[in-house]
């Protein structure tokens, strides 16, 4: 019997490592807005080659607050993509348009309002102009060109998963940064009128610290299945 799912297989070989990380949280009491969350955040956005990264509650987070910031208004979205893809961008009060993709994937029609979903880890045909969304839920390794904004998901079932849910968003637009971290809720005190609270817990950013460490060697034994 083969089963469906089995996290097991990436989380029992790191055991000694996560419970180290976590008995660290425990130790200093912190679960919020701490330390971890603060290195997840230098750590993945150096891996991503953008200089900074905002960490989220979840992958849909992650779009909500990054099309909050970019103050979309329209957002166009491959029919093949997760509805929770179409919901993070609604709820940032975009208006979302489906759009078919054809026989190689990808959307038939382009349009400036196009936020690319790179299901499976596959990226763009073309480079995404500056200013462009994407969601990269599925693209752990995928390094985003300069300008262009990624949303991340660390669902557990993720390249790079969390042990519960967890996201967030890389930039090259340190103004950007800022707005989605007021958006994301920093303290008691409400700093954007559409404020939200979605922050990734201190527990799950230092898991995702030890995994990312082993990041590529995975990326690498995937490729190698995949050939």
Not at 127 to 142: E, F, K, M, N, Y
């Amino acid at each position: 019997m083969i089963p469906y799912l089995d996290l097991r297989r990436v989380n029992d070989p790191l055991r000694k490592e996560i419970q180290q990380a976590v008995d660290g949280c425990l130790r200093r009491s912190s679960y919020l807005r701490g330390p971890e969350t603060e290195a997840f955040e230098a750590e993945w956005a150096a891996y991503c080659g953008q200089p900074h990264a905002v960490a989220c509650n979840s992958g849909t987070d992650a779009l909500t607050i990054a099309a909050t910031a970019l103050k979309l208004d329209r957002a166009t979205i491959p029919a093949n993509t997760l509805p929770l893809t179409g919901i993070g961008l609604s709820r940032a009060g975009a208006r979302v348009a489906l759009v078919e993709v054809g026989d190689d994937g990808w959307p038939v029609i382009a349009t400036p309002e196009d936020v690319p979903v790179l299901l499976y880890g596959r990226l763009p045909k073309v480079r995404p102009p500056d200013g462009t969304l994407v969601d990269a839920a599925h693209a752990h390794g995928w390094h985003p060109p300069a300008g262009v904004h990624a949303a991340w998901s660390f669902y557990p079932t993720k390249s790079l998963g969390a042990l519960g849910d967890a996201g967030a968003v890389t930039t090259h637009d340190a103004g950007l940064a800022d707005v989605m971290r007021d958006l994301c809720g920093r303290d008691d005190v409400m700093r954007h009128e559409r404020q939200i609270t979605s922050r990734m817990d201190e527990v799950q950013a230092a898991v995702l610290r030890v995994k990312l460490r082993h990041l590529d060697d995975w990326l690498h034994q995937r490729a190698e299945i995949a050939s």
